[in-house]
């Protein structure tokens, strides 16, 4: 099994990352040894890999494409195919149509989604959808000064996408039919003004949707139509402790596949926030907020055995790994592992086992 992890490289992000690294993961999945660098690459952030395994994706912070490598499955290595242009600036996050024919790319600081065909080969073609996001930009003087598109996952029944906007504290909804996003009825649901949501995750079986809020470091749970891709507030609490008072951003979200757990990421009190998934409401119960061994742990994924939790401190170039006990009945956290030098790390995916 490999790893990949794709890190910020320019000045201006006060970067001392090179590429994306290649690490092979021990039987355990608790340790990753680094077998290649791809360097010259500039700021490769959030990665993906087709179901095949046989080609990665990645976007470029700040600057305005998607690059596409292949991938030697024997060997875990990338090669560069194609650098293709996403018609936006600073392209954040991507995801894949179930069928494989189309990605959706966020672009950040221009306020849409575009959508790319892929080629047969797995290289993009040019644009076919520029999709702009309506509303006005919150309070915020520099967070909010307009639109930001942070997150495009499909839903588990890969009929919508759903799109959480830093900017213009708004969650948007979109079929995506005939190969084209088209907003549902609802729309958008509106955060409070100052939230700035973020990341989006989905319940495994219950019909619920789960959104970190960057801004105020929330957490809010919705009821999520799976008919019409609508989002009902159910619940919002936040994401740390109740005796903590100073600045922090929260960052990366996901629920444990068992549905029991949910894990949140917390940057200035630098750590990982673990809630209870209630079985029958799927509303939460804050449990606690573990350190995570280093500074502005800006993402965070669960192993493929899913009882490893990876954390990517950004600020302190290592990636750590908290040991799980995903079934125990009050707290999963068991121990935190040795961490791996990784410079500027923002993101981190696993090749199927």
Sequence with gaps: MFAYVGSRTSKERRARGEGISVF???PDQQRLE???LVGGLDNPSYLLLNRAGDRLYSVHGDLDYVSTFSVDKK???LSFMQRQDCQGKNPVHLALDPSEKFLIVSNHWTS???VLPVNQDGTLAPVKQLESLPGSPGPHRVEQAYG???FNPFDPSGRFVVVPDKGLNRIFSFKFEERTLIPTEQQAVVTRETAGPRHIAFHPSQARAYVVNELDSTVCVYEFDRSSGALQPLQILSALPDTYTGDSRASAIFVHPNGRWLFSSNRGFDSVAVFEIDQLSGRLRFVRAQATAGQTPRFCTLAPNQKVLWMLNEATDTLVPL???PEHPSDPFLL???PVSCASP???IFSAE
């Design 24 to 26: 092979a993961v021990s």
């Design 34 to 36: 680094r077998i290649q």
């Design 75 to 77: 060997t875990g290595h």
């Design 112 to 114: 849409a989604l575009a």
């Design 148 to 150: 930001k598109p942070h």
């Design 323 to 325: 040991e799980l006990d």
């Design 336 to 338: 935190t592992g040795k």
């Design 346 to 348: 923002v993101c981190l």
